[in-house]
């Protein structure tokens, strides 16, 4: 499968949901807060997320958007930013040269770099990090990783777990606790909300946003693909 | 013709984008020339403060911006580090500005509780009437990205909107013809889409 939108389940059997452009201009229509467009192959085939679609989101988005994937030079993430996004999100490279975190921050400031990490829980309940599409294991510790990343420039830490990842069965709260609790910069919880319950969960296990896929591109128990996201007066209830 | 001045930093093509769609042409631009012929001019801004100011004056655009900010026939609108380079001072980098609006830049200082940056959506509380903000409702929200804002001063020439975020600071001023946005009104839906609209009708 070539290009689009896909939803998996812990990182995995991608699901084709349709044009990413589309979704965008859907996502308008519904004043979605935030979009985060993230290359999921990129790092894996060596490379980082297109320019031109960047730029093609750019043209469409009037809400702030971040995007990533195999970004690995200062060049890729300037080139990202002036084709109109607001902020660059780091992962696998950064998890390998943490400079890039440094560079990044230092010329865009760091309200414009998210550090992205990746999490697999163990059967033991023991957490780990993965780079390139969950497909490589990382030695480093999850909070000695996250306040690093803090330290170097990252503005923002995002969450995502894996073993939660399409599941829609709620956020690793505990794993958004554990990493809050040791930052003083805010955080995305990604992975796994089902529900407009596990946003309040998350916020009040210390996340500073949230962020969900399935749950807003699928309707109902077949997972029909369906684009949805809460109105104004939703949002106010959801968020009181 | 609307300039918005290309200094070298800002999403330029997200401003030009969102006035191109509210119908309006745009110059992005860092011409002395025409910048000074210009009758509306948007300052942009994203990154450090230190280096907008210092690729200002790498420019030359210093002066110009000056003369322009002194004129009544020019408006001026900052948008977030754009805002901040007009002030006076800004911590980032314990540097002057512009010196063209009588106010400073400082970190935000809060409880544990409010991270910074201050990412997110959220909403001004204007006590003042600011013609830019004319017929925008009081609980519209905007999109903020920021970990240095500005406090009120004493200049009784400037009016203010405050926004919320552990402690009050200034998301919009206006002082005669310079206006000021802390948020981005280009990435902040239609709400957005109608300050600009107001600053171009001005």
């Known amino acids: 499968m070539d290009k689009g939108l896909v939803k998996t389940v812990n990182f995995s059997n991608p699901n084709y949901i349709g044009d990413p452009i589309n979704a965008v201009k859907i996502f308008n229509e519904y004043k979605a807060d935030e979009l985060i467009f993230v290359d999921i192959s990129a790092s894996l085939n060596g490379r980082s997320i297109s320019s031109k679609f960047v730029k093609e989101v750019g043209e469409e988005a009037f809400m702030p958007f971040s995007v990533g994937g195999g970004i690995k030079t200062i060049e890729e993430a300037e080139s990202c930013i002036n084709n109109g996004a607001e902020r660059i999100i780091l992962d696998s490279h950064a998890c390998e040269n943490p400079d890039i975190i440094n560079t990044c921050a230092e010329n865009f400031g760091r309200q414009s770099v998210i550090v992205s990490i990746d999490v697999k829980k163990s059967f033991f309940g023991k957490y780990n990090i993965y780079t390139h599409n969950g497909t490589q294991k990382q030695p480093k510790n999850i909070i000695e990783w996250a306040i690093e990343a803090q330290n170097r420039g990252a503005g923002e830490i995002m969450i995502n777990s894996i073993s939660q990842d399409g599941t829609m069965k709620g956020y690793d709260c505990k794993l958004v606790q554990k990493i809050s609790s040791n930052l003083t910069i805010p955080i995305i919880a990604a992975g796994g909300a089902g529900s407009y319950l596990d946003f309040n969960e998350a916020i009040k296990f210390g996340a500073s946003a949230v962020a969900a896929g399935s749950m807003f591109v699928y309707h109902g128990s077949r997972k029909a693909v369906l684009i949805n996201y809460p109105d104004k007066s939703e949002l106010s209830n959801i968020f009181k | 013709m609307i300039s918005v001045v290309d200094y070298g930093l800002g999403n330029l093509h997200s401003i030009k984008k969102a006035l191109n769609y509210i119908g309006h042409d745009v110059l992005i631009t860092n011409d002395k020339g025409v910048i000074k012929s210009s009758k509306k001019i948007i300052l942009p801004g994203v990154g450090h403060f230190s280096r907008g100011i210092k690729n200002l004056e790498k420019f030359n655009l210093v002066e110009t911006l000056r003369e322009k900010s002194l004129s009544s026939d020019c408006h001026i609108l900052g948008i977030c580090l754009g805002m901040q380079l007009l002030t006076n001072f800004s911590e980032e980098g314990n540097i002057e500005g512009l010196k063209i609006v009588d106010l400073n830049v400082s970190r935000f200082n809060l409880e544990e509780e409010y991270k910074i940056p201050h990412i997110g959506w959220n909403s001004i509380k204007a006590k003042e009437s600011i013609s830019i903000l004319e017929g925008i409702g009081q609980d519209e929200l905007f999109y903020f990205v920021h970990s ?47 300050i600009l609209e107001n600053f171009v009708n001005l």
Do not use: M
């Not at chain 2, 975020?165 to 839906?189: A, L, R, T």
């Open chain 2, 148 to 194: 240095y804002a500005i406090s009120k001063s004493g200049n009784s020439k400037i009016k203010y909107g405050f926004t919320d975020y552990g402690k009050s600071f200034v998301s919009i001023f206006s002082k005669d013809n310079v206006f000021g946005v802390q948020f981005h009104p280009e990435k902040s839906h239609n709400q957005g889409l109608k």
